[in-house]
């Protein structure tokens, strides 16, 4: 295989450099101009081969390896064996002679054979062919994500992984279908997705790795505070040489607005992600927890932080504030005891969180009602605001991992089974000593 490569870049070089493709050529670079941290991009300008070639019905390179690669045994049995249905046209051998040629101008900017890429070139292709599999690769960026890990398993077939300035952007632009990418804000991180399908047998579900990105971002927000998104999402190629489909983009959803990598995924919370994912994208959940999950989830794409506020006010009274047992009494204090008694197990942890809880519902109602701002509130309303943000989170989290089921009597329950510590008696007075 080695072989049919080698002579097909040497030949496809020495044919383009004839009709006047240049010695060398750009695959982007980004500089920072000193002292004032400015970043300079210089565009990606590799050769368009449809462009370049669009006058030639039969390359000659192209033709010479597509008979080459016929004659070898494993190839020919892979391209009978596959249904016509089954992603055929990614074994047309001209078609593989074109992607070639291309993955090697896209990594390598110079009409010269690299040794170190045709051999990986070679290998991947190889691979491919006589394991009779051909690559999915998605990759959606994470707008606001920031992690010290370079890469995170999700455990369901994502990875959350750090990209450099320069691979994001030649992943983003150099493909002739690259959606919105703003060239002075890349998002080091990205979700990616890869997964093997075979040629032969049943028509695989190419597309199935989109439905694993919105309970991935569902559960990221239910994590950590901070906005969190995914621009776009793209179907590239696997690597050099893999035999995979590409190309497509699509913003599958409303993206909030993000100018800074504020959401930060500490690494103790790595296994509660994978844990997370598989449980937001229950059909069964219990209404209360459906309500708050949905409205935790869309407060992160709220331009203002009143609307971000109200929703997490709203997830809030979606877990406590219903009437199935508990407290009597008005909902503020309803919902302040049934929070504080589910969310933390000390007293004094329980008596902070009842009054962060009625400070935030007071704000909530001035807000509401016209009375108050964000701007004007006074700094323990508005440290209940951000609180109430991180209740709502930990309220979700708690519910979902404990697989907590909302029963009629279980707040009731919580309530008055909890140990109730013993009230403190003052000491008694000294008697007085007379004079």
Same mark, same amino acid.
């Given at each position: 295989m080695e072989k049919l490569i080698t002579d097909l870049l040497a030949d496809a070089f020495k044919r383009l450099g004839e009709i006047g493709v240049p010695v060398a050529w750009s695959i982007g670079d980004i500089d920072v101009m000193p002292?004032?941290?400015?970043?300079?991009?210089?565009?990606?300008?590799?050769?368009?081969?449809?462009?370049?070639l669009y006058k030639t019905e039969e390359f000659p390179p192209f033709?010479?390896?597509?008979?080459?690669?016929?004659q070898q045994e494993a190839y020919a049995a892979l391209f009978a064996e596959t249904p016509a249905d089954n992603e055929k046209a990614l074994l047309d051998p001209i078609y593989i002679a074109h992607e070639v040629l291309r993955s090697h101008m896209e990594a390598h900017p110079l009409r010269a054979i690299s040794p170190e890429l045709t051999t990986q070139i070679s290998a991947n292709l190889a691979d491919c062919i006589n394991r009779k599999v051909f690559m999915v690769r998605g990759w959606s960026p994470l707008a606001g994500f920031?992690?010290?890990?370079? +890469?995170?398993?999700?455990?369901?077939?994502?990875?959350?992984?750090?990209y450099s300035e320069v691979d994001a952007y030649r992943i983003g632009k150099v493909f002739e279908d690259g959606g919105p990418f703003d060239m002075f804000n890349i998002w080091p991180y990205a979700l990616e997705w890869n997964k093997e399908h075979s040629f032969v047998g049943e028509k695989p579900d190419t597309g199935s790795w989109q439905n694993k990105i919105y309970p991935t971002?569902?559960?990221?927000?239910?994590?950590?505070?901070g906005k969190v998104a995914i621009p776009f999402t793209k179907i590239i190629r696997a690597g050099p040489g893999r035999l995979s489909s590409h190309g497509g983009g699509s913003s599958p959803w409303s993206t909030p607005f993000i100018s800074e990598t504020n959401y930060n995924l500490a +690494?103790?919370?790595?296994?509660?992600?994978?844990?997370?994912?598989?449980?937001?994208?229950?059909?069964?959940?219990?209404?209360?927890?459906?309500?708050?999950?949905?409205? @935790?989830?869309?407060? @992160?794409?709220?331009?203002?932080?009143?609307?971000?506020?109200?929703?997490?006010?709203?997830?809030?009274?979606?877990?406590?504030?219903?009437?199935?047992?508990?407290?009597?009494g008005g909902l503020s204090h309803k919902i302040g005891v049934r929070l504080a008694m589910f969310l933390y197990?000390?007293?004094?942890?329980?008596?902070?969180?009842f009054r962060q809880m009625l400070a935030a519902l007071s704000a909530r109602g001035g807000i509401v009602h016209g009375s108050m701002t964000?701007?004007?509130?006074?700094?323990?309303?508005?440290?209940?605001?951000?609180?109430?943000?991180?209740?709502?989170?930990?309220?979700?989290r708690k519910a979902l991992l404990e697989d907590v089921k909302f029963e009629k009597d279980y707040f009731e329950h919580l309530i008055f089974s909890a140990k109730i510590p013993a009230p403190r008696t003052k000491k008694a007075a000294k008697p007085k000593v007379a004079a």
């Amino acid at each position: 295989m080695e072989k049919l490569i080698t002579d097909l870049l040497a030949d496809a070089f020495k044919r383009l450099g004839e009709i006047g493709v240049p010695v060398a050529w750009s695959i982007g670079d980004i500089d920072v101009m000193p002292g004032i941290n400015q970043k300079s991009y210089t565009q990606i300008s590799t050769p368009n081969l449809q462009r370049v070639l669009y006058k030639t019905e039969e390359f000659p390179p192209f033709v010479a390896f597509a008979n080459a690669l016929r004659q070898q045994e494993a190839y020919a049995a892979l391209f009978a064996e596959t249904p016509a249905d089954n992603e055929k046209a990614l074994l047309d051998p001209i078609y593989i002679a074109h992607e070639v040629l291309r993955s090697h101008m896209e990594a390598h900017p110079l009409r010269a054979i690299s040794p170190e890429l045709t051999t990986q070139i070679s290998a991947n292709l190889a691979d491919c062919i006589n394991r009779k599999v051909f690559m999915v690769r998605g990759w959606s960026p994470l707008a606001g994500f920031n992690s010290t890990q370079p +890469e995170i398993d999700c455990g369901n077939g994502m990875i959350i992984r750090r990209y450099s300035e320069v691979d994001a952007y030649r992943i983003g632009k150099v493909f002739e279908d690259g959606g919105p990418f703003d060239m002075f804000n890349i998002w080091p991180y990205a979700l990616e997705w890869n997964k093997e399908h075979s040629f032969v047998g049943e028509k695989p579900d190419t597309g199935s790795w989109q439905n694993k990105i919105y309970p991935t971002v569902r559960a990221l927000r239910v994590l950590a505070p901070g906005k969190v998104a995914i621009p776009f999402t793209k179907i590239i190629r696997a690597g050099p040489g893999r035999l995979s489909s590409h190309g497509g983009g699509s913003s599958p959803w409303s993206t909030p607005f993000i100018s800074e990598t504020n959401y930060n995924l500490a +690494e103790a919370d790595y296994s509660a992600l994978r844990d997370l994912i598989e449980e937001v994208a229950r059909t069964d959940l219990p209404n209360p927890v459906r309500i708050a999950l949905d409205r @935790v989830y869309t407060a @992160v794409e709220r331009s203002g932080l009143e609307d971000e506020f109200i929703d997490h006010i709203v997830a809030l009274e979606a877990m406590y504030g219903d009437n199935l047992g508990g407290l009597p009494g008005g909902l503020s204090h309803k919902i302040g005891v049934r929070l504080a008694m589910f969310l933390y197990s000390t007293a004094a942890q329980r008596h902070t969180a009842f009054r962060q809880m009625l400070a935030a519902l007071s704000a909530r109602g001035g807000i509401v009602h016209g009375s108050m701002t964000i701007a004007n509130l006074k700094p323990k309303p508005r440290a209940a605001v951000e609180w109430a943000g991180d209740a709502a989170r930990a309220s979700v989290r708690k519910a979902l991992l404990e697989d907590v089921k909302f029963e009629k009597d279980y707040f009731e329950h919580l309530i008055f089974s909890a140990k109730i510590p013993a009230p403190r008696t003052k000491k008694a007075a000294k008697p007085k000593v007379a004079a």
